[in-house]
């Protein structure tokens, strides 16, 4: 596994995080070709990071209801 630096990742909350501070999802998209995602409690904690074709994948699938629940 390699390391990723991502002291230059601009980090924004999911706007489906709930509004008292808890269970947010943090992505940064300003990476090339890498869409790091993390717990925004836990800032310096680690983070996920995917591939940005998957990434997209994954999000066009999740706002489509093609995700089982």
Do not use: Q
Not at 1 to 23: K, P, V
């Amino acid at each position: 596994m390699r390391a990723i630096d991502l002291s230059g990742a601009t980090w924004r909350r999911s706007s489906y995080s709930n509004t008292t501070g808890g269970e947010c999802v943090e992505v940064s998209d300003n990476l090339p070709a890498l869409v790091p995602v993390r717990d925004s409690k836990a800032p310096d904690g680690p983070a996920l990071v995917f591939e940005a074709g998957p990434w997209s994948s994954f999000v066009t699938a999740v706002k489509d209801g093609g995700l089982p629940a």
